[in-house]
């Protein structure tokens, strides 16, 4: 195995549906397609890393139900470290996402993230000897804040960088950005943080500079099909992504995240760690399906220009 790493964060069921319109108030219209899916940005997140290379400590909470089974059913597959996963105390659901779309492609969405919000600073506590023992930890905004913060500010005492995906953003303490090595938001998230409307005029260079200015030592904006953008104390820089035929981009940032802490835990530069997440992240949108879309470390080795 790789370098070790740990994630935090969330496991989710996305249930999907399609249907030629959504029902109006009381209504019942029939549906196909009806797919369950394995989500939630921490665990896709450790997924991507597992596949990467890397030995894969991951924790959260899940809950004592079928959904919880397969979840721990999918680190065994992936050779996720799940010791540190927490079945619900609270008798709280898995969490899950219920999906619904038209003939037009358009959706709607009901998500639930349930038992994840049960995993505490105490559970961090417990985790912190195996932390101790990884390169950095990774962690995104589905799980409750106190608890980010929390592993946040323990894995700073301890000298292990951090990276976190604002993701999905919610409003955060600025104490958490100073305990980040790196900050990985996409364009919309990086405005959010700086109470920016998503159609704001400021460039992507200037909102990731203000970002940089609140203390955090690495900016990284992922910019879709145009790959990322690296500002810090010396450099400010555009990291081109790869050209695709796009199917489904779901997931496509989880695998980013995923691939670039793994690069990152290596040992490699920054802009190399960006240059291989952008591959991977690129490989990832020509497949439907999240998971499924995650390649693996030799398929991104095959098109990366050195062995990254």
Do not use: W
Request: proline share 3%.
């Amino acid at each position: 195995m790789g370098s070790r790493i740990a994630v935090i964060g969330s496991y989710a069921v996305g249930m999907t549906i399609s249907t030629e319109r959504f029902p109006q108030e009381g209504e019942t219209v029939k549906g196909k397609n009806f797919k369950a899916m394995h989500g939630g940005k921490g665990s896709n997140q450790a997924v991507a890393a597992s596949r990467m290379g890397a030995e894969v400590l991951y924790g959260g909470c899940v809950g004592n139900d079928s959904f919880g089974d397969g979840a721990i059913k999918l680190y065994e597959e992936e050779g996720i470290d799940s010791s540190y996963i927490i079945r619900s105390r609270e008798n709280q659901s898995t969490g899950v996402g219920l999906i619904y779309i038209n003939a037009k492609g358009e959706n709607e969405i009901v998500i639930d993230l349930a038992a994840n919000f049960e995993l505490s600073p105490a559970d961090i506590d417990r985790m912190l000897p195996e932390i101790s023992k990884c390169k950095l930890l990774l962690m995104q905004l589905e799980i409750h804040m106190d608890t980010v913060l929390y592993a946040a500010k323990k894995c700073k005492e301890l000298g292990i960088p951090v990276v976190l995906n604002p993701a999905p953003y919610n409003q955060m303490p600025e104490e958490l950005l100073k305990y980040c090595e790196f900050l990985v938001p996409n364009q919309t998230e990086a405005r959010a943080i700086l109470g920016l409307d998503e159609d704001s005029s400021l460039s992507d260079e200037e909102v990731a500079k203000q970002i940089h200015k609140l203390g955090v030592k690495n900016v990284i904006v992922t910019l879709g099909s145009e790959g990322a953008l690296l500002v810090n104390d010396t450099m400010c820089k555009k990291i081109e992504g790869i050209p695709v035929n796009a199917i489904d981009t779901t997931g496509a940032g989880d695998t980013f995240n995923g691939s670039f802490c793994v690069a990152l835990a290596e040992g490699h530069t920054i802009e190399d760690a960006i240059k291989f997440a952008n591959i991977s992240a690129g490989l990832a949108v020509t497949k439907y399906g999240v998971i499924e879309g995650i390649p693996t470390r030799e398929e991104v080795i095959k098109i990366a220009e050195s062995n990254i």
